[in-house]
Nanobody
Framework: QVQLVESGGGLVQAGGSLRLSCAASGRTFSSYAMGWFRQVPGKEREFVAAISWSGGSTTYSDSVKGRFTISRDNNKNTVSLRMDSLKPEDTAVYYC????????????????WGKGTLVTVSS
């Protein structure tokens, strides 16, 4: 079992930056690929970024490619999402996810989720 806790959300102006963190419990963190998804009310949860078990491979959605950077520290059991050049359309609740497979673009079947952290980007 893996428990995930996100932090770092908040209110930022368009063009600004935020860094989200996700702390994972358990001694098998490096056995999981990690990802970030986001969701706005009334819409499906959508893929944002993923990172492989060792951190050697990363994948991004087209909407965030070049602006967001995912990273992980397997010694500290953490995964981070650096978000630059934020846009109002990035406003959402951001969720950390752990999965066996990499990459996973759909939320269906992902076994472990955090509770989410809200990011609001004002124009």
């Amino acid at each position: 079992q893996v428990q995930l806790v996100e932090s770092g959300g908040g209110l930022v102006q368009a063009g600004g930056s935020l860094r989200l963190s996700c702390a994972a419990s358990g001694r098998t963190f490096s056995s999981y690929a990690m990802g970030w998804f986001r969701q706005v009310p009334g819409k499906e949860r959508e893929f944002v970024a993923a990172i492989s078990w060792s951190g050697g491979s990363t994948t991004y959605s087209d909407s965030v490619k070049g602006r967001f950077t995912i990273s992980r520290d397997n010694n500290k059991n953490t995964v981070s999402l650096r978000m630059d050049s934020l846009k109002p359309e990035d406003t959402a609740v951001y969720y950390c996810a752990a999965t066996i497979d990499y990459p996973v673009f759909r939320p269906d079947g992902i076994p472990y989720w955090g509770k989410g952290t809200l990011v609001t980007v004002s124009s």
